[in-house]
């Protein structure tokens, strides 16, 4: 899609919460806390933009309004010295929503249905009942219509899957066949990427293991 971004976009995939440790489907759920795991990949994640951006940047913070995105960004504004109430929040930038799989662990749900996750591709096996992904890629691109045209560099705290559709979005990728949608390849919790004038650069490759 075409973008009228002036800036650059940092964004980023949250650290690893209890139900990620315990290979359970997240989804929208509001609050997973994030384990001492993923609080050391948001301390990673907010040094390497400190030594890429320096103290007090010019950035301007977005996140999905999960309580896992939040204690994230918090970690990361601490380490760039902004002020985390300052951050928006918005309910598209949220993760795909499982259904009734919420909750579920992985490997039950394997056992029921097949393999719900594409090890190679990171596609997760939409529920019977959940979201799709032309649905995820509307609300993300409704997102960028909205914001686009603010001026200079942001920061946005997301989600595993929500996250590489709206970075193939963002970087102009052809739909996957297998799912219509752009995506860009996966990465672990905890890794930044940055977008600028449709080119993607890892800035930090987290140490995440959890497929999403």
């Known amino acids: 899609m075409n973008s009228k971004r002036s800036g650059r976009d940092f964004i980023a995939r949250h650290g690893e919460t209890v139900f990620n440790a315990a290979r359970r489907l997240q989804g929208r759920q509001p609050h997973t806390p994030l384990t001492r795991a993923g609080f050391a990949q948001a301390d990673e994640m907010g040094r390497a933009l400190r030594a890429l951006l320096g103290a007090r940047p010019a950035l301007t913070m977005w996140a999905s309004p999960t309580g896992r995105a939040l204690q994230t960004l918090a970690v990361i ?13 918005d309910p598209r ?9 919420e909750g579920r662990h992985y490997h ?7 393999p719900i996750i594409d090890a190679r ?26 914001t686009d045209d603010a001026p200079g560099d942001r920061l946005v705290i997301m989600h595993g899957i929500s996250s590489a559709v709206l970075r193939g979005l963002m970087t102009g990728r052809a739909p996957a066949p297998a799912i219509g949608t752009p995506f860009a390849p996966a990465l672990p919790q905890g890794s930044v990427v940055m977008v600028d004038q449709g080119v993607e650069t890892v800035v930090h490759r987290g140490l995440g293991h959890a497929p999403a």
């Open 77 to 89: 504004a601490e380490h760039l010295d902004l002020d985390w109430h300052r951050a928006e929040t």
């Open 93 to 101: 930038l949220g993760e795909i929503d499982v259904g009734s799989w």
């Open 108 to 114: 039950e749900l394997a056992a029921e249905v097949g």
């Open 121 to 146: 591709t990171g596609f997760l096996t939409p529920a019977p009942d959940g979201e799709r992904y032309p649905d995820i890629a509307a609300r993300l691109a409704g997102w960028l219509a909205d």
